[in-house]
Every structure is written in C-alpha cells, then in structure tokens.
C-alpha cells in the first residue's frame, strides 16, 4: 500500500509540474565562437582533410582498411552481432531524428523559443549538404562491393565516404549537448554522444558496411557541424522573430475580427421587463391544494379527479352544535348509570 500511495504521489507531482505555465529560462548559456572553439575547428577540418588525402593517396591508411576488412570482425565475435543489428539503428537519419526532434519540441513549448528545433533543423541541412556533396563526389566502393585489393576504390560510383551513419550520430546526439541549458548537463549529454557515436561508427567497421577511413571521416564531419553551429545563431535568431511577429499580426487580426467596428456602439442588452399585477379589487382568489410549488407532487391521500378549494366545500355537517338538545334537568339523571341506582 505504501509503494502503491508514494507512486501515486510521484505521478502526481509530475503531472502538476506539467500542468504549470511554461516559462522561458532568462539566462541561457548558449555556446559562442570563442578562440578555443576556432582553434579546434581549424583543428577539426585539418584531421578532415589530411583523411581525405591519406585516401586518395592509397597510403598505410587504405592498406589498414583492407586488413581490417580481411579481419572480418562479424565472423570474430558472432555473438554480439545481432546486438549490434540493432545498435547501429542509433546512426540512422529517420529514427534518430523522430526521436531528438520529439523532445526538442517540447523543450520549445516548455521554454517558449523556437531555437531548439531551428538548430537542429540548421545541422540537418548542413549535414546533408555537406556529407552528402562529399559522398557523390568522392564516389567511393564500400568493402562489399571491393574490386581490386590494396586500392582506395574512388570513384566507384559509392555513397560510403565518409560514413554518413557515423557522421549523423555525431549532429543528431551532439546537438542534445549543444542546446543544453547548464553546463553540468552538456557534460553529461557530450559524454553521452560521444560514446554513441564512436560506438555505432565502429559498429559499421564490424558489420563490414564501412572502411575505418569512412569512419574517422565521418567523426570529422559530424564534429565539424556542430562546432561551426554558433555562427547560425543570428540567423536563427532572425528566423525566430519573424516567426513570432507573423504570429502576433495572425492573433491581432482575429482579435479585430472579432471585435466591434470603430465608431459604432455595441447594441444594448435588453432589460428584462416585469408585467404589472392586476389590481386588488378586495376579493383574492383562493389557490387550489395542489397549487403550492411548481412540480409538486399531489397528495396521495387525495382521489383521483378534479378538487374544489377547501373554502369552496359544502360543510359535512350542519351549522351548530353536534350534540342533540337535551334539558337540564334530565342531564344528568340521564347520564347515571341504572345499576348505581
């Protein structure tokens, strides 16, 4: 019983705390483009281009692929495969972004500011854009379609370099700890997605989906994206207010609508009226028995039929006295029991 009433008082206490008016944090710590964050982009985009180079310069790095690939780790460990079926569900786009999206939005009602769902709307774009380009242009053959060993396979007509599973776990997970509101919980989510996504780019290595080297590009991207993102906040910023002031003409014209022309008075509410009593002429009508209130019920004592006012009734019983008219002298005499006599 006791378990059973201190759940019910936690359930309770969520659904009040949801109940409450939204408000919006007065102090959010948004992340700026600092020196630091410069540097580690610039950082960022060399490890970025020094991949690419490495591969298209068919270097150690692609020969380390093809002895990761010949490897074959799914045939090493087939125990935990079809776990990792499963896990590398956290890098694809559409879960994934249901998902973050889903809770990004209530964080936009809760806080009344549309910034949680524009960023991340923001990195999508520049995902797409930027892996994708890269993608079909590079055009590199995946492990599985391999035709000649030792070469890099560019230009192959593939869609693997760099590993866009890899890279969207990095933006769709990252941007959780980008928009967070303390920083206690941006440490806490940035452990988080980092974790993910080291673990399903390296869980593509093992269901042999990907080269390494798409997977290391992959984590380039994705940490390239989410580190330029400060630069699109004035734009989001922009964004937003429009879409609050288009918002507030909306409401403005449905409150003109719905209010009085200028210049013309609203028509009055009619008073109610009440119909004058007839005059007392000195003789009042009685009210019949069962006239007393609206809706009651009539007596049972009475038979069915139409009643007369009990004023209106003929008496039962004659005017005067009941009791026959005896003389006084022989009252009592007549009144004495025969046998006292």
Avoid: C
């Amino acid at each position: 019983m006791r378990t059973e009433r201190n759940l019910t008082r936690r359930l309770e206490r969520v659904f009040a705390r949801l109940d409450r008016e939204p408000e919006r944090p007065a102090n959010l710590d948004m992340p700026r483009m600092s020196r630091h964050r410069v540097v580690l982009l610039g950082l960022t985009l060399s490890f970025y281009l020094a991949i690419v180079v490495a591969v298209l310069a068919t270097s150690w790095l692609v020969a380390f692929d093809w002895q990761v690939m010949f490897f074959r780790p799914y045939q090493q460990w087939p125990e935990i495969h079809a776990f990792l079926d499963y896990w590398v569900v956290l890098g694809q786009r559409g879960p994934t972004a249901v998902m973050v999206m889903a809770w990004l939005g209530w964080r936009s009602w809760r806080q009344h500011t549309l910034r949680p769902l524009l960023m991340f709307g923001t990195a999508l774009l520049l995902l797409n854009v930027t892996v994708g380009a890269a993608k079909l242009g590079m055009g590199r053959a995946g492990p599985h379609y391999a035709t000649l060993i030792g070469s890099n396979e560019m230009w192959k007509n593939g869609d693997i370099f760099p590993s866009g599973h890899t890279a969207n776990a990095v933006v769709t997970w990252g941007i959780l700890a980008y928009l967070a509101s303390t920083p206690r919980a941006r440490r806490w989510l940035s452990a988080v997605s980092a974790v993910i996504s080291l673990s399903v780019g390296l869980t593509t290595v093992y269901l042999g989906t990907h080269w390494l080297s798409d997977v290391l590009l992959g984590w380039a991207a994705g940490l390239l994206i989410l580190l330029a993102l400060p630069w699109f906040e004035p734009l989001v910023a922009r964004v937003e207010a429009v879409v609050f002031s288009v918002r507030a003409r909306l409401r403005e014209r449905r409150a003109g609508a719905t209010a009085p022309a200028p210049g013309v008075a609203p028509a009055p509410a009619p008073v109610p009226t009440r119909t004058p009593a007839p005059a007392d002429d000195g003789i009042r009508a009685r009210e019949p028995v069962s006239a007393g209130r609206p809706g009651a019920r009539p007596s049972a004592l009475l038979a069915p039929g139409p009643h007369t006012p009990r004023g209106d009734r003929t008496p039962a019983s004659p005017a005067g006295s009941r009791r026959p008219a005896v003389a006084r002298g022989t009252a009592r005499a007549a009144t004495t029991d025969p046998q006292r006599a």
